[in-house]
């Protein structure tokens, strides 16, 4: 339980850090926006990452018997914007990787 909490925090500092490192790069005038692009998907996968952490252990436990019944897992809507926010990131940073490939 410990671990998980260190996680949690650790995803919640780093998507901090790297919300403030892009504020500077941005004031400074010194980004590109395929880097940009890459950022703000890492940033939305950190967030996501940490909300999905950060929610109750006892509702999302599984056991045998309901591993194959049909709704398993219930989201609430903070964790279906969550899942939405992590799944936009992934395509940022896909579209970025696959610039920065070609670009190259």
Known sequence: MKLISTIKTICFLGAGL???GLTEDVYVDDIDPIDLLGNL???FVLIEIGIALYQDQETHKLSFKSLFSKDTLTLSPIEQMANLLGRVGMVMIMLSFIYNFIDA
Do not use: H, M, Q
């Open 41 to 43: 998907g890492i940033i």
């Open 18 to 20: 790297y919300l403030f």
